[in-house]
């Protein structure tokens, strides 16, 4: 398969996000998304995003990955601007540098696990692989060698969400964005879900940023940056001592009821 991802042209960011806004407009009101987030991110991070709903999380990955424009401020990929980019621009970059992950999987129902996971790779512009070539051997490092020609439906919850990662990855993107890819998935999915993606980043250099809830997803990140109300509150590594003690204590007091009670 490919070679493992190296440095790239920007000095190993291949995200940096300066002072990025967003404000949304519903009706009369303005909704400020997100006031003001600056994030650079290397090649091969395993980075999580938490904080609590409507903190502006999906609103940043969605902006990082092109499917929107910032407000204000401005986000580089690979070392390239695309704050200012044209739609044809950003389907470009979006195809050949992003993956996309999502929680409902997303896949196509009429195609198979293969064909869903060839797709894009037709619409590369420089198809350094055989799109049907790569879709199999993706599919086989996830274990769904005995999956290629089932539908979606004829798959498991996990079985799906591991076809969409393969999907996501068909053109060899820099980054992958994955937005509570757990979210819809039992424990022991979940755990073979991050499994999968931890080798991702491990085999091919990929940066990997996953947005979830999941106290125990977001404890295997080796990053993990928190919003709250549209900025950063805490960009930590959530392994070391005092991080880890801390996270027991949260997951023992989630376990009790006891930290759920102090919601408001
Ligand atoms: N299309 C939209 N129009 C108006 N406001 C929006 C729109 N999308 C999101 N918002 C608002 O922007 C804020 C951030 O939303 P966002 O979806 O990024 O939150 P989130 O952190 O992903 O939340 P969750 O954990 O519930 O998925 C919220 O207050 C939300 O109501
Ligand atoms: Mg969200």
Do not use: W, Y
């Not at 820099?174 to 509570?180: I, Y």
């Not at 073979?192 to 940066?207: D, G, I, Y």
């Amino acid at each position: 398969m490919s070679a493992k991802r190296t440095e790239n042209s920007n000095g190993g960011f291949v995200l940096e996000a300066e002072n990025v806004r967003k404000e949304l407009r519903m009706g009369e009101v303005v909704v400020h998304a997100l006031r003001g987030v600056s994030l650079a991110v290397r090649q091969g991070e395993f980075l999580g995003v938490v904080g609590p709903s409507g903190s502006g999380k999906s609103t940043l990955l969605g902006l990082i990955g092109g499917l929107d424009a910032p407000t204000a401020g401005r986000i580089a990929i690979d070392g390239v601007d695309i704050t200012r980019m044209s739609e044809a621009q950003l389907t470009r970059v979006r195809n050949e540098k992003i993956g996309f992950v999502f929680q409902f999987f997303n896949l196509i129902p009429t195609l198979t696990a293969l064909e869903n996971v060839a797709l894009p790779g037709q619409f590369a512009r420089k198809q350094r692989t055989n799109p049907q070539r790569r879709a199999r051997e993706l599919l086989g490092m996830l274990g769904l060698a005995d999956r290629l020609h089932h539908r979606p439906t004829q798959l498991s919850g996990g079985q799906q969400q591991r076809v969409a990662i393969a999907r996501a990855l068909v053109n060899q993107p820099p980054l992958l964005l994955c937005d509570e890819p757990t979210g819809n998935l039992d424990s022991e999915a979940s755990d073979a879900v991050m499994k999968m993606l931890r080798q991702v980043q491990q085999e091919f250099n990929t940066t990997v940023i996953v947005v979830t809830h999941d106290m125990s997803v977001a404890s295997e990140m080796d990053r993990l940056v928190t919003l709250v109300d549209g900025q950063i509150a805490g960009d930590i590594d959530p392994r070391s001592t005092a991080q880890q003690a801390a996270l027991k204590i949260l997951r023992d007091k989630r376990a009790t009821g006891e930290l759920a009670a102090h919601r408001p």
